[in-house]
């Protein structure tokens, strides 16, 4: 039966020949249930609650979340967490005490605020030169601005840099 389409019966007894009785009644089948959901994000993870959701002819006994990642959750409220979010959809399917369900799809889009970024670099030896190259480190949010390398030793001999691949002579190597 569809949800909330009224039907009528009609029924026809089986009697003595030439006699007969119209029975007609109406009514409506069940309705199915409403999905509907909210979602912010923190960092990495991304939260949803589905309390709005709504079954007007019983209860909703199941919550089942698809994050768009391969990976599911059950429950009103649920939270995920991934290293590769930034557009996505999560579809949420609620199933109701009559076995009826209702979906629902919505896009999100997670700006990665405030990620550390990660450093690495390599070290190479050239005649009497130290070459340090920072090029594999990364931001994941956006882009390093400058970076810092301290070589060590006395205050006389430390030296800085805001270069991604600075070269000093190997006196002032550690």
Same mark, same amino acid.
């Given at each position: 039966?569809?949800?909330?389409?009224?039907?009528?019966?009609?029924?026809?007894?089986?009697?003595?020949?030439?006699?007969?009785?119209v029975v007609?009644? *109406?009514? *409506?089948?069940?309705?199915?249930?409403?999905?509907?959901?909210?979602?912010?994000?923190?960092?990495?993870?991304? +939260?949803?609650?589905?309390?709005?959701?709504?079954?007007?002819?019983?209860?909703?006994?199941?919550?089942?979340?698809?994050?768009?990642?391969?990976? +599911?959750?059950?429950?009103?409220?649920?939270?995920?967490?991934?290293?590769?979010?930034?557009?996505?959809?999560?579809?949420?399917?609620?199933?109701?005490?009559?076995?009826?369900?209702?979906?629902?799809?919505?896009?999100?889009?997670?700006?990665?605020?405030?990620?550390?970024?990660?450093?690495?670099?390599?070290?190479?030896?050239?005649?009497?030169?130290v070459h340090?190259?920072?090029s594999g480190?990364?931001? =994941?949010?956006?882009?390093?601005?400058?970076?810092?390398?301290? +070589?060590?030793?006395?205050?006389? *001999? *430390?030296?800085?840099?805001?270069?991604?691949? =600075?070269?000093?002579?190997?006196?002032?190597?550690?």
């Amino acid at each position: 039966m569809a949800p909330r389409h009224v039907y009528e019966l009609t029924a026809t007894p089986n009697g003595p020949k030439n006699a007969y009785a119209v029975v007609s009644d *109406q009514f *409506q089948g069940p309705a199915a249930p409403i999905a509907s959901f909210v979602f912010w994000g923190a960092y990495l993870t991304l +939260f949803t609650d589905a309390s709005a959701s709504y079954y007007s002819d019983g209860v909703i006994v199941d919550y089942q979340w698809d994050w768009g990642d391969g990976n +599911f959750s059950i429950g009103v409220t649920a939270n995920h967490t991934s290293l590769t979010w930034v557009y996505w959809t999560i579809t949420l399917k609620v199933i109701d005490n009559d076995d009826m369900t209702d979906t629902i799809s919505k896009d999100c889009v997670v700006l990665h605020c405030c990620m550390i970024p990660t450093a690495d670099f390599t070290i190479s030896i050239y005649s009497m030169s130290v070459h340090v190259d920072a090029s594999g480190s990364f931001d =994941p949010d956006g882009t390093i601005e400058s970076y810092d390398w301290d +070589f060590g030793g006395t205050a006389r *001999q *430390q030296r800085e840099s805001r270069l991604r691949a =600075p070269m000093w002579p190997l006196a002032c190597a550690p």
